[in-house]
Structures are given as structure tokens and as C-alpha cells.
């Protein structure tokens, strides 16, 4: 009985719960849950990872780390807290994830190409004169890329190639509009 009162407790607790707070309603204190998680072999939360639990800005921008194609251990790291607090904290707000990290290869044309570390897709030939998966779709619907210009995601998810992602703008308005991005997830915090 014990055992079961104590997954429902971890259940809680992985729900954003703090420690306190699940002692208040299993009418314990927050030392002895920490205690029965820790006989137990439950994981417990460092203090940086369960203030960022309760920190919705910085959460804002492990989303859109997250969207952007990092998977969560990759963002943890950005934030110094492991890959599961990054997932608790999406989940308790309700934000949705990907069922899978998103496919490490597709193809195109015939062509493989396979998910970068920076989020791309990059074509598996050797010497590829195009090997960006987005430049490729976006020149077989438009024509070559102009000199100067780059193709720029639109929802800042590098692996979302769908044609109606891609924009193309000059290098100059690229970085501003990134700038721009930036600086409205700067006011998020
Ligand atoms: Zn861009």
C-alpha cells in the first residue's frame, strides 16, 4: 500500500509538483517525501531544475529551442537541467511534443539526406553542390536562389522543409529578422 502511495506521489511530483506541495496533500512533510522517493529510487529534481519548472518565460524559450528540431537533452543542456524536466515542463503546460525526434533521414528527388546536429537536413553524397535539404525544395519550386539571398525558415523549425516554410530574403533582412526574433524572446524573459 505504502509502494502505491508513493507512485501516486512521484506522479505528482513529475507533474511539476513540488516536493512541499505533494506533502501537503499526502499530509507528510516535504523531508519525508524526499525520503520515500529516495528509498524508493525515485529521481528528485535539483532546486535549478524545479525553479525552472515554475518559470514560464524560460520555459517559452526551451520551446522554441525545442521546435527549432534540439530534442530535450539538447536543450537541457543549454539550461543546465536534464531532458526530462525539459519534457515536464512542456507537458504541464500542455504544449505539445513530438510523438518521435523528427526522422534522422528522408529522401528527396531520390536524394538522402540526414538531420544535422544544427537542425538541417544535409545531403548523404559525397561533394553535393547543394547539399541543404531546404535550398534544394525551395530551387525546385522557384528556380535558383539568387545571389545573395538565403532561405529562411519561417517557423524556425530548421527540419520543417515544407515548401510553405521556406522564405527567401536577402542576407541582410535574414539577420534583422533574426535579430528582431531574438530580441522578442529577450522580452520573454
Ligand atoms: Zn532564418
Redesign the pocket.
Known amino acids: 500500500m505504502l509502494e502505491l502511495r508513493n507512485a501516486s506521489m512521484y506522479a505528482m511530483y513529475l507533474d511539476g509538483k513540488t516536493l512541499r506541495e505533494v506533502g501537503e496533500v499526502f499530509n507528510i512533510t516535504m523531508a519525508a517525501v524526499r525520503k520515500a522517493f529516495v528509498r524508493d529510487g525515485y529521481k528528485t529534481r535539483s532546486s535549478a531544475e524545479g525553479s525552472l519548472l515554475k518559470t514560464n518565460p524560460r520555459c517559452k524559450e526551451m520551446y522554441a529551442m525545442y521546435h527549432s528540431g534540439r530534442n530535450f537533452v539538447e536543450v537541457g543542456k543549454e539550461f543546465g537541467v536534464g531532458g526530462a524536466t525539459v519534457y515536464t515542463a512542456f507537458r504541464i503546460r500542455g504544449w505539445p511534443t513530438r510523438k518521435h525526434s523528427v526522422n534522422p533521414k528522408v529522401t528527396f528527388n531520390g536524394q538522402t539526406y540526414s538531420l544535422t546536429k544544427v537542425g538541417y537536413y544535409s545531403s548523404t553524397a559525397k561533394n553535393d553542390k547543394t547539399p541543404l535539404l531546404h535550398r534544394v525544395i525551395w530551387t525546385h519550386h522557384n528556380g535558383p536562389i539568387p545571389e545573395g539571398y538565403v532561405i ?2 519561417i517557423d524556425e523549425n530548421k527540419a520543417n522543409n515544407d515548401i510553405s516554410n521556406l522564405q527567401c530574403m536577402t542576407n541582410s533582412d ?1 539577420g534583422k ?2 535579430d528582431s526574433l531574438n530580441k522578442w524572446r529577450e522580452s520573454l524573459r
Request: hydrophobic letters at 0%; aromatic letters at 0%.
Open positions: 529562411h525558415h535574414h529578422h533574426h
